[in-house]
């Protein structure tokens, strides 16, 4: 893993009627916050702030602005309709393209019978890929289609689109995908890229923009359909936020309107998929980790993609439990090849030169070709250059060249579109965004393709060699909570062009590190890992829950001091707040010493004191016994990170005996059970002065005597008297004694230690 390097905005000086305007937002807390977040963003006038806030306020754009391409498309369904025309609808089997052909096929299917004169199409994704081809369009013309409407898919399908113009049928195109050089000949192409890229309507995507054609066709022909245009938000929402595309003007709008929708949708396949990622439809991270992830999986995992659109739109509960299912057996199973391939790719790049490499273009003839992209986002992320990795384990439909096909994803806002287009004479297919790409090539031009596209990059100067990871805010531990995360939610939706925010804990380390698989829906172990920590600073007595996806313990260094990026989250599991890891990096030792400070000159021993004879100068003051070495070592690394002086200022304990503490805790167990009232943890620990660990001990060891305790909610602890005692052995009161012993031993010795121990042992450290 590379080392990172963050890069943390300024501080700005906020306007008082900025902050006036967010204080009717933000309930009952400051919302200083992200007050920084939306002014360093560009969000600074009162007109735009208000509208990113209320969405009622906000004033969504016509689907006319399309401009004459929109007008032609409606004039071309009115026809179809007077004269009775078979119409089908050309999606594709991504999360976009299957939730825009099931929004055409509800929007259009108010206009035109289903089955009768509407029908759909999703290409294979392993036999046909991505877009118009012939051996489609034939069929459809033998069915007797004379219309064809795109969605997510046909800008660039020239030659397939004369080939359907010579069958008899007319195409609309409705995309967002890059134009070709040359307009298609269609009856109309409805696709926001022509707009300038300022326009509201400039990023959305393919589910959106055919949206914004049921739109218009609901405003020309307002008597026809019985059911609300609002209806089909949910799957805009799901299409929307599921794609790369930035949640920016209209794009925002419709992903806010939408998950209003998804929030009392009737769907009993999006209800049933809900359920299965136990979200509830609240936030766009029950799309991006919960829906999305899915609906993309069946593709990816099948190759048909079609029953995703009987999964969104029909309304038999039966059915859509079924489909609903087979949907997730996809996604655990793409999370196991997932994983697998990720191996495999780490494996082979420890034989490559990242020194000289500014792209990496990986092939083997083992991986399945629909799991690429999702392996190659991870490790662009992770070794921060693009990355394409390409398969020849199917061969496409009809082609009598071997090919390699596979995906694309980019970093750092470097174009892949134009990057992998440069190299577009060595290429069979290619379509994608700035940002991710599909592509197919002749094997025979792999290596010539891996050195062009390098060589291209190399050109245009980027620094690839430290991942450049940017912070929003700087806090420390104690600020993660329930409180930020309501402030933060102010920003979302959340996605491209407006990111989570990403919060820097500087001078943190890491406890409790597990690492396990998931789980699927049936409680079966998944091969997908992620990994589950503590999270601490001197800011905190008690750590914060978080975890790391698809990473082992080992990539995390335990009890040493770091920098860590992470995102708050809500655990639906857990009902509480987590921080998502995001990114961390070890603080090296010689960066500390190279403070010019020493053990001999940086520790200070006022162990004697009384607290009002305690400095109230800028010293940092440790005022409770550590228990380990380390815990002290990593203390005095604070300090000095801090340039500041570490001063031992606790006092001599007047503990009660171990047998007392065990006789108190008792009580205070008999006094929970008969009132029936909780505690929290934290309390008990400080009341009783005994570790987490202990604590733990003692719990097990009241329930050999009858008690049983419950977790009411995070931290929270009922107490029940319901059994008699265990009449003989009580191991766990033994071991809670026993621990106790060791932990009030090493206290006593931290009172104890002279001070130029102390300092010997912090040098050898």
């Not at 040493?560 to 990114?583: F, M, P, S």
């Not at 003989?728 to 033994?734: A, E, G, I, K, V």
């Not at 006593?748 to 042992?761: A, K, T």
Request: net charge negative.
């Amino acid at each position: 893993m590379l080392d990172n390097q963050w890069q943390i905005p300024p501080i700005f000086p906020i306007p008082d009627w900025f902050l006036e305007i967010l204080d009717s937002y933000t309930e009952d807390y400051p919302g200083l916050y992200v007050a920084q977040l939306l002014w360093g963003r560009g969000i600074q006038d009162a007109k735009t702030l208000i509208g990113f806030l209320d969405i009622e306020e906000y004033v969504p754009s016509s689907p006319f602005d399309f401009g004459k391409e929109m007008s032609w498309a409606v004039e071309r369904l009115k026809k179809a309709l007077e004269t009775g025309e078979k119409i089908s609808i050309w999606g594709d089997f991504d999360a976009d393209g299957v939730t825009a052909t099931s929004v055409l096929w509800e929007g259009l299917g108010q206009f035109f019978p289903q089955e009768l004169q509407l029908s759909y199409y999703i290409p294979h994704r392993f036999r046909e890929s991505h877009g118009l081809n012939r051996q489609g369009i034939l069929k459809l013309a033998q069915q007797g289609i004379t219309l064809i409407v795109t969605c997510d898919t046909g800008s660039t399908n020239l030659e397939e689109i004369n080939y359907a113009h010579g069958l008899g049928i007319d195409i609309i195109v409705t995309d967002h995908h890059t134009l070709a050089d040359k307009r298609p000949q269609v009856v109309a192409l409805i696709n926001p890229r022509y707009l300038p890229t300022s326009h509201p309507l400039y990023h959305l995507s393919g589910v959106a923009v055919a949206y914004k054609l049921v739109e218009a066709l609901y405003e020309s022909l307002p008597n026809i359909p019985q059911q609300s245009l609002e209806t089909l938000l949910d799957l805009v929402a799901i299409g929307l936020i599921a794609d790369l595309v930035q949640l920016k003007g209209d794009c925002r709008y419709l992903a806010q309107r939408g998950i209003q929708q998804l929030q009392k949708s009737t769907r009993p396949g999006v209800i049933r998929l809900l359920e299965l990622c136990k979200r509830t439809g609240d936030r766009q991270t029950d799309i991006s980790f919960g829906i999305g992830p899915r609906i993309n999986a069946v593709s990816r995992i099948y190759g048909d993609a079609h029953f995703c659109v009987e999964l969104l739109t029909s309304r038999d509960v039966k059915y859509c439990d079924k489909l609903a299912t087979e949907t997730e057996l996809a996604n655990t199973r793409r999370k196991e090849l997932q994983q697998n391939i990720l191996k495999q790719v780490k494996k082979k790049l420890a034989r490559v030169d990242l020194s000289t490499t500014y792209v990496l273009v990986l092939e083997d003839s083992q991986w399945p070709a629909g799991i690429l992209g999702l392996v190659a986002g991870q490790i662009a992320q992770e070794y921060n250059r693009p990355v394409i990795l390409l398969s020849t384990s199917e061969e496409e439909q009809n082609c009598p060249i071997k090919l390699a096909r596979g995906s694309a994803r980019s970093v750092q806002n470097i174009d892949l579109y134009q990057l992998v287009l440069s190299q577009s004479h060595l290429l069979h297919r290619f379509g994608g965004h700035p940002l991710a790409a599909g592509l197919s090539l002749p094997i025979e031009n792999l290596s010539l393709f891996q050195e062009g596209i390098n060589q291209k990059l190399r050109q245009q100067g980027i620094n690839l060699t430290v991942p450049k990871v940017e912070a929003d805010l700087v806090i420390t531990v104690a600020e993660l909570g329930r409180a930020l995360f309501r402030e933060l939610k102010l920003i979302e939706p959340c996605g491209m062009g407006n990111p989570p925010a990403k919060l820097l804990i500087k001078n943190c380390w890491f406890k409790n590190i597990r690492q396990n698989n998931s789980q699927d829906f049936r409680g079966k172990k998944v091969a997908y890992i992620k990994t589950t920590f503590e999270l601490w600073d001197n800011s905190v007595e008690e750590g914060f829950r978080g975890m790391w996806w698809g990473h082992y313990q080992e990539d995390l260094p335990p009890e040493k001091l770091c920098d860590a990026v992470v995102e708050l989250d809500y655990n639906n599991y857990t009902k509480d707040c987590e921080a998502r890891l995001i990114a961390v990096k070890e603080i090296q030792e010689q960066n500390i010493v190279e403070s010019g400070l020493s053990a001999r000159d940086s520790l200070l021993d006022w162990r004697d004191k009384k607290d009002d004879e305690l400095p109230t100068s800028s010293l940092m003051l440790l005022e409770k016994n550590p228990q380990s070495w380390a815990e002290l070592y990593r203390v005095y690394c604070q300090a000095i990170a801090k340039q500041e002086k570490l001063t031992l200022s606790y006092h001599k304990s007047s503990l009660l005996s171990n047998i007392e503490t065990w006789k108190q805790l008792l009580g205070i167990a008999k006094y929970l059970a008969r009132t029936k009232t909780t505690v929290t943890r934290s309390h008990l620990k400080e009341k009783l002065d005994l570790s987490d660990n202990t604590l733990t001990l003692g719990l097990m060891a009241l329930s050999e005597q009858g008690f049983s305790h419950y977790i009411i909610e995070p931290q929270q602890i009922r107490l029940n008297f319901n059994n008699l005692p265990a009449p003989n052995s009580h191991p766990f009161l033994t071991a809670f004694l026993d621990g106790l012993a060791e932990e009030r031993f090493k206290c006593q010795y931290f009172e104890q230690v002279p001070l130029d121990i102390i300092q010997e042992v912090l040098i050898d450290s």
